[in-house]
């Protein structure tokens, strides 16, 4: 009786235990279902370093390819799926990785579309351009330098055709599904002067779109608009 | 393996702690696939969601930090 005046006095203090009742019920998910949010667009976030091959020690965020790749054909064949966001904030990592869910990203026939937040480096840089268009915001950067080994390097001159292989892989990739050239992106790699640990340059925002990297210079809003419009396309909705 | 990255090798490798980990787990709740953090007491603390539908990041019992526990069904 004390509790139920109390109550009426105190409206908002019942909503909030109801409120804690429902969140208590809700902790021991498993008996509860959750109500389904349907989207019709499936976010790829990269982030961090792209775990592949090796398991990084803890201190490092990582996205990693057995996650990704799954998830890539997941959204490929799910048909609620209509569009795939990625978006990008990383610092490289596994080249074996990067590359496999590059080319997982190119090879999908849903329309796909990067964006650049942040930092887009070294094996980021060929998953950006992945996408059918990519997005970069104009504070981003993207950190283009040349690959290297780490471990036992056995000083022989195999090794350095070898790096050269691999390198080639990575160039070969962006030139082709961006518009920036194989001289170009080799004279942005091993330019000296522009960074300060390493040789290789630091393109941020514009002037990744300037030199045809990245198509365009936007933030979230704009990829949606761009995603939503290739969907329609995509549906045959809309005849150009 | 070949890492590419502008991050130098000392700061990826250098491994501080091999046990800061192990309480670290990827687990699928209600189709959810999230990494969490046990407890001692067998609860669970979502550090982070490993989800790709952008509305499971909406889900207010799905935020970082929440703490979920474990109840056995009979």
Known sequence: MINQLQNEQNPSIEEELKKKNVMQSIQQLGQTTVPSLESNIYCLPVIGQIEGHLVMPPQNKTTKYEHVIPQIVAAEQNPKIEGMVIVLNTVGGDVEAGLAIAEMIASMSKPTVSIVLGGGHSIGVPIAVSSDVSFIAETATMTIHPIRLNGLVIGVPQTFEYIEKMQDRVIQFIARHSKVDDEKLRDLMFRT??????????????????MGLIDRVGGISDAMIELNRLIKKNKGELLQ | MIHYTPLPPELIFYNPEESASSSLREVMIDGVQMLVEINPTMELKIVRLLSGNPMHYLDPRLQPGNILQLIPKI
């Open chain 1, 193 to 210: 002067g522009e960074l300060a640990r390493d040789i290789g340059t630091n393109v941020v925002g514009k002037d990744a779109v300037n």
